[in-house]
């Protein structure tokens, strides 16, 4: 009998040190303290640079400030460098989307966490690194993503953004996910709202009525900026109107870094 209340005590000492353990991994190792506030966060991925630059005024027109998920940095031609330059001296962040755009769930099932991290994650560093950028947001390609996945790259980043799409008969004010209640989070998920998304201004417009409701973020991303919008892509008027419809709710521009810190 008293050897079962041991045991008892045992496995209760043991869940708790491990509760302890699991606190400790995930407990932030900066302060972040943005009172909560209606806003919307763009972000656009992958590496149109002269197609996002040529847009600048755009952005400037309505004060909105963006993360550039960038790939494949060390590609970079020199005028694109300097036009990435430009962007973030606009107020723009310039934010990791990984070194050559792997899938990591593939990766890593593949080759495990230490290589993807090694060919995916610490070059990309590096070569953004050499250009004057340090990346402490990340955007998972194809939004593929663990809670191993997340676990590591808390390490190198602040915060990770896996995806998120419109769901049939649900309006985009119901995705839980793509709302940030500034909770510390350091995970969250955007709503591709490229033209092939689905994704129309009506939709958007009952989400950004719920973020001024509920004095959250919404999590909005694209790729392209363009004229031709048949592939991942989101026409300059879109955008527009997409601004607009931010500033009729009096929506606050936030970049990934600016969620948090
Ligand atoms: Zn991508």
Redesign the pocket.
């Known amino acids: 009998m008293r050897t079962h209340i041991l045991w008892a005590i045992l496995a209760l000492t043991l869940a708790t040190a491990s509760s302890w353990t699991v606190y400790f991994l995930f407990e932030p190792t900066y302060t972040y303290n943005r009172p909560a506030q209606p806003a919307f966060s763009i972000s656009f991925?992958?590496k149109y640079v002269s197609e996002w630059h040529k847009h600048r005024g755009l952005f400037k027109k309505y004060q909105v400030r963006a993360t550039f998920f960038l790939?494949m940095p060390h590609q970079l031609t020199p005028a694109e460098i300097q036009m990435l330059q430009e962007l973030a001296a606009d107020g723009h962040e310039i934010a990791s989307?990984g070194f050559l755009?792997e899938n990591s769930s593939k990766f890593i099932k593949e080759h495990g966490m230490a290589a993807y991290v090694a060919r995916e994650i610490t070059p990309a560093i590096q070569a953004m690194q050499s250009i004057g950028f340090t990346p402490s947001t990340f955007a998972y390609?194809?939004g593929a993503r663990s809670l191993t996945s997340d676990r590591e790259l808390t390490k190198y980043f602040h915060l990770l953004r896996g995806d998120s799409w419109k769901v049939a008969g649900k309006g985009i004010d119901e995705v839980d996910r793509i709302f940030y209640q500034y909770d510390g989070s350091r995970l969250v998920h955007g709503l591709g709202i490229d033209s092939n998304s689905g994704v129309t201004l009506q939709d958007l417009e009952a989400g950004f009525k719920r973020a001024a409701q509920n004095k959250e973020a919404i999590l909005i991303y694209a790729?392209n900026i363009s004229e031709d919008t048949t592939g991942y892509s989101l026409s300059p008027q879109t955008l527009e109107a997409v601004f607009q419809l931010a500033q009729k709710h009096k929506l606050t521009s936030f970049t990934f870094r600016e969620l948090i810190l």
């Open positions: 991925d992958d790939t989307h755009h390609p194809y790729h």
